[in-house]
């Protein structure tokens, strides 16, 4: 992998051609074209060839990619060639399904830390899973040194929770509050919004 | 409004501008400056001048925007100043969530279809939406008069409820299954994964 700063854009196709590959491998396939992987995600072959020749050569001219050889490098490059521990914070609809979500493991994520601020929903389980106290979620993700958290708690109190993330490890964040949230500086958020989504696409209706 | 073609990624931040404004409103204010919007959304003050000029003249120089105002119009502009109805296909952990899930309705959506192919919950109710039998689909949707869907079924099959959907009216889908669906000319297709979503950022990790 070389040390050259690659832009953030390309960064964010790797894992759809992750994920393209896992499927292209589950279905029994062994070697792949830029322009069969391009049909699967949506991506022209040429910006497939460039994107993944910012890491190395790893297709050759005329015989392709080799799906078992590209996935194992994307896996590492995307850091996924191991398990991410992940602490879920609130557990109302969105916690519990993410909870309950079984394509997260062979993708590189376990949930491992639950935690929500009803009295109701603290003690009890999710699978294997513990739901805690929120009021524990520094010193609980401390310990079990994560670096990785999703929030699903209201807007009105996803903020707190950051400002809470912040006095851990947690270095990246999935955001499922309807909300921007202010994080310190090295700490990587991303969102999940529906409704952000389909007004983005009503726009063109 | 004018004509013009503007470009994509600018109607993708407007639904952010709009969400922070309403909370704004939520919270009394009635005037804001593209500095403050702009540490609501994490987008510099010079870009969202830009982005809004795009449409007309909606703030005054030295008084800013009035927050009543400019909601209006981008409400007028992503076309949310009505009700979507919305079809859910699949009602697993993600299709449930997003049944129950109360920030659709204030911004633009109502959900009023439901499908599924498991006969324990065909026919049954979450609050008065009734789940139908996906093979009712066509005839539901286009009955219905509905142009926006949101796919939760698995990866396996997504594809055959997208192309269920091109028989129909509908023109925009927000597709929650992990794969990339073909979808007719005019569709427009976007995707919620969290596990592309948490790749991307422990590339950085």
Redesign the interface.
Known sequence: MTQKKIPDII??R???Y???LH?MAASGATVTSSQELGG???ISAAQIRKDISQFGEFGKQGTGYNIEFLKEKLRE????DRV?D?AIIGMG??G???A??Q??LD???RVALAFDNTSEKIGTKIGNLLIQDITKIVDAINEADI??A?IAVP?DNAQEVADQLAKTGV??I?CYA???INVPEGV?V?Y??????????????
Chains 1, 2 share one sequence.
């Open positions: 960064i964010g790797l894992p759809l992750l994920r393209a499927r699967w995600v949506g490059i995307l850091k996924v991410w992940v609809d969105i519990h399904g993410l309950r979500y394509g997260f993708r590189g994520f670096k990785v999703m807007a270095k990246a999935l309807p909300i921007c990587r991303q999940i919004d529906p409704a952000t989504h389909l007004q983005w696409m009503t726009y063109y209706l």
